[in-house]
């Protein structure tokens, strides 16, 4: 774990928590990109790595395989089944969850054996596996996490629960940034992350940020709604970002692909282009965006969705976007249940 205490510390109520991946064979960190955040924001930030503990062999595993990551998780699962749902603490996202929170505690008792002050809140984010850790450590230290910015995995809301719109209602809602052009090991997201974590850190309004979504048999159309009526932010910027799928087969936005012939991963070539968006309403108080687009040809996908740029705090940009339309909004295979569901890599 990496803590930074800037030389000049601007803010000392909050800090910065990034969960990190890593191997037991690394070599000792000595600073990162978290560090640099630490002297540009004037305040404490932390990156604790090696979330989960890794490569890891299992006493009860016949096999001893070194295991790592979703090897990891594959095993606890297997283990959570075998033993009929008994031990939930024996799945990866519980020790996960606990060492985010024992690294704040430890980041709290250094500070306070050093002389420093002690912040009263702490903003996580963490990527893939550590965004599944962002959100876990978020709801089990509610009063502690101030916000959690999860990277690449954002399916907190898999399904309706009883308590999500109650939960957008209290906090002001959720903010996404759609990324295109990159693939899982992600790029591009670390100036709004910046923009973000200093306006949660110096109270500052962050933007009234809203979208709709619509279709009808001939185009789909998304609506994107900002609203600075009360001294939110006002946008700077707008665009649009389309992509069409390769071939009539599947609906796949993604970057990479397995090759069938080789069984290697390759590029899969879905590039976004920007398109020009088009002011549909405008006040003194509020903007509206808008972006219509017909339907592909047959057999074709297209995914859109609008971006709106923010001036933030200390001359950063944040960039927001809605989520993604996809045209028409139908898949190439029919629904699954049970066994019927099984499949291979493609």
Known sequence: ??????????????AFMFIDGGDNTD???TSSSVTMLAESTGSVTVELKQIPNQP???MADSTQESRTEDAIIAWTWKTFIEQNGTNPYILLRMPMTKAAVRG???TEQLLKEEGFPVPNNFVIAGLSKRGWTTWTTAAVN???VSAAIPIV??????????????????????YLRRIPNTGHNIQGYQGSLQSFYLSIADKQI???????????????QILAIIDFSSGQPKPINATVYQARTVNGTKRDFRQAKIDPTSGQIIQNPIVWLNMPVTIEAQTNTSITYSYTAP???SSYWDGIFIQVTFVGPENTTLDLTTETLILPNTFPADPCTGEGCFGTMV
Do not use: C
């Open 1 to 14: 774990m990496i803590i930074t205490v800037p030389r000049i510390l601007r803010r000392s109520q909050i």
């Open 27 to 29: 070599p000792i960190p």
């Open 56 to 58: 890891i062999k299992f």
């Open 104 to 106: 704040m505690d430890a």
């Open 142 to 144: 509610n009063q502690r």
């Open 153 to 174: 995995l954002d399916i907190l809301n898999l399904q309706k629960d009883y308590f999500w719109d109650d939960l957008q209602v209290k906090t002001g809602g959720s």
């Open 206 to 220: 962050l933007p009234s940020f809203k979208w709709t979504r619509s279709i009808n048999e001939t185009h789909g």
């Open 295 to 297: 339907m592909p040809p």
